[in-house]
Structure formats: C-alpha cells, structure tokens
C-alpha cells in the first residue's frame, strides 16, 4: 500500500435482509467516471464486502463505479466479511461506516460502537394482503389474524409492529399478541403461504411487494416509503464506527460526500443505475422496469443534497421503539448518545 494513504479501514455494508440476490466481484474498469488517480491523491484506502446484493445499497456501487469515491480521495476493494467480523470491525475501528435500517438501534444500544450519521434511502419495505381479500386493507383490519415475516426482530417485523401499533393499537406475537407473526425463511416462501392461505398478510423486503403487485397477486396496504407517518423518513442509515469518528472525522466526510454525489446520480438516472447494478453483477434484475421504479422511491434526490431531517428520523424510530419496548433509551437521549451530524465542509 502506498506510503501516503494515511487509513487503512474497511467499509461496512450492514442491511438487514436481501432484497434482490446475486451480489457478486464487480469486473474492473467498470462505468467509471472519475479515471485513476494519482496515488497522492488517495488519502484513504477502504473495503466493501461482497454481500448480497439490494438496490438500497446501489449508492455505495456507484460512487465505486463512478468514481465518486476517488474523487474524494477514497480507495475502494471489495472484500468478503461475515456478520461478527462486521460487528467487531465497527468495535475496533477496522470498518469505518455500516449501511443499517433502524432495527440497528437495539443492537447500537446494547453495545456496538457506531453512531448515526446520514439516511441512506426512504423506505423499502412492504406489508401485502392478497388481491382478492377484500377483509383485509388496514391495520386494525388485521386483528385476529396472521401475518409472514422473515424473521422475529427482523426489519419488516418491526415495520409491522410500529405500524400496528401506531395505526390501531394492536400488538404482535407468534403465540400471542392481537396480531400473529409466523416465520419464513425469504419472501418467495412468505408470498407462497400467502397465495395459499396460510398468512393473511406478509411482511417483505423489496423486491418482493412490488414484484407480487405487479402481478396482481397482491395488494400493498402499507408502504414505508409513503404510507402515514412513514412517508418521507429513512428507511435506512449510514452509521460511523465511533473510533474512526472521534479519530478522523474527515474519513466520515469523504465517504459520504462520495454517496451523496452518487445519490445525486441516480437520482438523474434510475435507468441507467439499474443497467450498471445489472452489468457489474452487483444484483440480478430479472424486471428492470420495476427496478427502475423502486429507485425511483427510494428518495435519491433528496438524500443528496445533505438536507434530509436525518436527525428527526433518527428520533422518531427511537420514540416508536422505545413505546414498544425495543430500547431503553428515552428518544432525546437516544439521539444524543448515537446521533452525530459530521460537517461536509
């Protein structure tokens, strides 16, 4: 490695669920923008593992693909990283920055050092009710059923159980509760004991909902990109290692200068982000139009310019998951324990 490259860190990718599978190495010399440069020019050399692949995360494969992360003199490798080299990675200062919905806030809590610093995407999770249900299209209409979920804590757990709750003050359990949860292992098979009969409603990641839409098997009755108080808050965060924040915020910076100009990209180009996540294999696209138009949700253009309320977001999760039990903390102390607006300047 270079003499000048000050930090050698790792760049976590942290979401809770795949969304679109089939994430591999990308080829080199890919759909650049920003050339090579000079080796005093990169003050920071950073990795990302090979993960499975989402479109939530597709800021993080443009600002590689684009150049965006060279310009701010950041050098990127993908590597491969289980979940616990992650987690102690974010510990110990090895990676930088995580990429986390809010379900992240329980484990931020119990110990894992990282701080919230910028939203990464505005929503991306759905609960569905069959098409030809017409007993079921609301919250309180849920009472006495069951619903799909992928895991028990999961992120569309805990969509659902903050919607419930807020919507019609209705609780969740797999045994008890006024709304039951049963468990599938991915979306395909919640969709599958939905078209069956088994569930009522199902709980799921894209690209499942607007896959199950489109197709007319499905109805979406909650959108946490739009629905209620959902509309318009992040869905997703990008958190910073506490070490590598309190040693060198400028790494911090430098990364996220380089996702918002990719952010603002996208936002330019949803069709040509679906052509280069499908060309670099980061994901397999079998509808780019849907893919198309689940970029286009996600609220690219707003996150790029740096003024999104991450702040407010931040604590109104803390607020639902602290009424619900999930963490401890009040919301005003949540936010200042592990929220940090990093200067981009």
């Known amino acids: 490695m270079n003499s000048r490259m000050t930090t050698r860190r790792g760049f976590l990718f942290l979401l809770a669920g795949t969304m679109i599978a089939g994430c591999s190495r990308v080829p080199e010399g890919s759909d650049s923008a920003g050339g090579d440069l000079s080796a005093a020019a990169v ?36 590597v491969s990283a289980d979940v616990d080299t992650q987690k102690t990675g974010l510990n110990n200062g090895t990676f930088p920055v995580g990429m986390g919905d809010f379900s992240t806030f329980e484990s931020m809590e119990s110990g894992v050092q990282t701080t919230v610093v910028d939203a990464v995407n505005l929503g991306c999770i759905k609960v569905v009710a069959r098409s030809d249900d017409d007993s079921v299209s609301s919250a309180a209409d849920l009472k006495g059923k069951t619903v799909a979920v992928n895991k028990i804590g999961g992120t569309p757990y805990q969509v659902l159980a903050l919607w419930l709750q807020r919507e019609a003050n209705l609780s969740i359990g797999t045994g008890d509760g006024d709304v039951k949860v049963s468990v599938y292992d991915d979306g ?29 098997s499905a109805k979406v009755i909650l959108d946490n990109s739009k629905s209620g108080d959902f509309s318009g808050r ?12 309190q040693e060198d915020e400028g790494e911090i910076a ?9 952010d603002k990209w ?20 079998d509808d780019e139009d849907l893919a198309v138009e689940m970029i ?3 609220g690219y253009g707003e996150l790029s ?5 991450v702040k407010g977001d931040v604590r109104y999760y803390a607020d639902l998951l602290n009424g619900l039990g ?11 324990k592990y929220y940090k607006s990093v200067s981009l300047d």
């Not at 999930?326 to 200042?336: G, L, R």
Request: charged fraction near 25%; glycine fraction near 6%; charge should be negative.
């Open 266 to 285: 996208i936002s330019d180009n949803p069709e040509k982000t679906v052509e280069l996540v499908a060309k670099n294999k980061y994901a397999t696209i």
């Open 188 to 216: 395909n098979l919640e969709l599958q004991a939905l078209k069956d009969g088994t569930v009522d409603a199902a709980a799921v990641w894209d690209p499942y909902g607007p896959k199950a839409e489109k197709d007319g």
């Open 43 to 78: 003050k920071y050399s950073v990795q990302i593992p090979d993960l499975s692949g989402s479109l939530c995360a597709a800021p993080l494969w443009v600002a590689k693909q684009r150049g965006y992360f060279e310009e701010e003199g950041v050098e990127v490798e993908e």
């Open 305 to 309: 310019t740096g003024g999104h309320d």
């Open 234 to 245: 992040a869905c997703c965060f990008l958190v910073a290692s506490n070490k590598v924040l």
């Open 296 to 298: 286009k949700a996600y």
């Open 254 to 262: 430098a990364i996220i200068r380089a996702i918002h100009k990719a």
């Open 326 to 336: 999930m963490i401890k903390s009040s919301p005003d102390d949540f936010v200042s």
